[in-house]
């Protein structure tokens, strides 16, 4: 997503970072991910109304009968319907940015229903290895280098 528009606290998207295609995505992506952890997952809290949870990367956290804890999962509406997906990589971007303490990132594609969720340090590990520096990395859910990283599933 863009920068805020207001700095004042607003829980709806559009008035906080614009009404853009990619804004747009993002929210389809949240609601198709929301849609399907309620399926999925014994608890499923969703904290798009809580600003210090959204600051942390939380916009939903999710737990599972016989997990001992419960996740924090940050979702990405820029998944293309070709597989690949992009990772901000900037220092104070949501990977990297040390006040996000989510566990898990998801990359949705709202076309096709197309998911890849990873473990967001790990992947930092995982770039940090190559010494990729840009601040925004194209990825491919297809690419057989993170592989052992990521989880691919559908959303509908």
Known sequence: MSDRLTKEWTTDTIE????TPSVRKGIVAEQM??????????RVTDHSSDRTKQVKGFDFSIWKEGWRNEYGVDVKGNMYSN???????????????????????VHICADTGWAIEYD?????????????????VLMSSF???????VRKFKVN
């Open 33 to 42: 991910y929301l849609d399907w952890a309620n399926k999925v997952y014994n």
């Open 120 to 136: 967001r340090k790990k992947m930092i590990e995982h770039l940090d290895s190559l010494n990729i520096k840009e601040d925004s």
């Open 143 to 149: 690419d057989v280098n993170i592989k052992s990283l």
């Open 16 to 19: 906080a970072f614009g009404d």
């Open 83 to 105: 597989g690949n997906f992009y990772i901000e990589n900037d220092p104070k971007g949501w990977l990297r940015n040390p006040k996000k303490t989510n566990h898990r990132v």
